[in-house]
């Protein structure tokens, strides 16, 4: 297969990431015999500094006639010390998603069995956890109209959702719960908020389509509690924008590291692939950032092309990486802790 690929390194450590994750997906590529065409294009902080806006045209052609996206990380101290910026770099973010219309962002949480002693959970609730969330991605508090009044003293974000973008979500949901256990649950807030009652009684009338799916509907507070005492009990969720990114970020640590997370956000043309983690400025050129997330990312962009057995030989050498403590700092808990680089050589060395 030939394949395409805009590869956006972004700010901090992102350039450092997606160069280990170009390393292992080229030796993939070798292995299976498929031939990949890397896009480099500027977004965020980076792109900011060269141009003046954080997703310029120019990457979004890039993006826009690739076949998908692997991406970095973006962000900076600048920017996050300064709320007064004009522009900055998560507005780029932002825009592409809603350009290349990502409105799907896939979240799996997963345990690694060499790693359950390194979470911060105890190891009998955390045990077995394998759960999918998926956020809506263009839509909400984050897109809704937002300003100030009063002479500044009052300022508002209005969260809009319509029924077409809860049922393209949730179609997702009920679509990938076929493929697991049958089990969906739909965050919200219901008994606050109108856009949430709008989730439900759009997902409610959706379960004649899928009589096989057990559905749940879950108040987002109560979620947030219970994913930290029996993560183990849910499988796929859904949820909004907001709900989402707070979710997602909480779930992230049951595996021990956000360095170790990877995810995916789902469009009708072009899919962008990325690790869960930010951008760590402090680590930028140390040569000490978990790679293992943006290359399970990799592995979930060939899985998304249909090409599963790539994907499973790079979980394989990642498992086989933890299990053999070729890991980074983050991991190594007092033993050898190995460079970016040096973790990249080995996972391409054993793919």
């Known amino acids: 297969m030939k394949l395409n690929i805009a590869l956006l390194a972004g700010d901090g450590i992102g350039p450092e990431v997606i160069n280990e994750a170009v390393k292992v997906s080229d030796a993939i590529a070798k292995k299976f015999g498929h031939e990949i065409t890397w896009k480099p294009a500027l977004t965020g902080a980076a792109a900011i500094d060269a141009v003046g806006e954080p997703y310029p045209d120019s990457t979004h ?196 590291s956000m360095g170790l997370m990877p995810s995916a956000s789902m469009g009708a043309e072009v899919s962008l692939f990325e690790p869960i983690h930010g951008s760590y400025p402090q680590a930028t050129g140390l040569n000490i950032a978990n790679p293992m997330a943006t290359i399970l990312s990799a592995a979930m962009m060939f899985e998304n092309f249909g090409l599963m057995e790539e994907g499973k030989a790079m979980r394989d050498a990642v498992n086989k990486a933890l299990e053999a403590g070729v890991v980074t700092e983050d991991l190594a808990n007092g033993g050898k802790a190995y460079g970016t680089k040096e973790v990249g050589d080995w996972l391409a060395a054993n793919v």
């Not at 996050?80 to 780029?92: I, T």
């Not at 109108?194 to 759009?202: G, I, Q, V």
């Not at 183990?232 to 979710?247: A, H, W």
Request: charged share 30%; glycine share 6%; proline share 5%.
């Open 61 to 256: 052609e890039v993006c826009k006639n690739a076949d998908a996206v692997l991406f970095g990380a973006i962000g900076h101290p600048k920017y996050d010390n300064d709320p007064s910026a004009p522009v900055r770099p998560e507005q780029g973010l932002l825009k592409m998603r809603k350009a290349l219309g990502l409105f799907a962002n896939v979240r799996p949480t997963f345990t690694f069995p060499s790693l359950l002693d390194k979470s911060p959970l105890k190891r009998e609730r955390i045990e077995g956890t394998d759960l999918v969330f998926l956020r809506e991605l263009t839509g909400g508090i984050y897109f809704g109209e937002k300003g100030r009044k009063d002479n500044g003293d009052t300022a508002y974000d209005n969260c809009v959702y319509t029924r077409a973008e809860v049922q393209r979500l949730a179609k997702k949901g009920f679509e990938l719960a076929m493929t697991r256990s049958k089990k969906l649950c739909c965050v919200d807030k219901a008994n606050v908020l109108e856009t949430s009652r709008l989730w439900r009684e759009t997902v409610q009338a959706m379960e004649k389509d899928y009589p096989e799916v057990e559905v749940s509907y879950e108040f987002v507070d109560a979620v947030a509690m219970r994913l930290v005492q029996w993560p183990n009990s849910y499988d796929v969720l859904i949820t909004e924008n907001l709900f989402g990114d707070i979710l997602t970020d909480e779930a992230s640590v049951i595996s021990g």
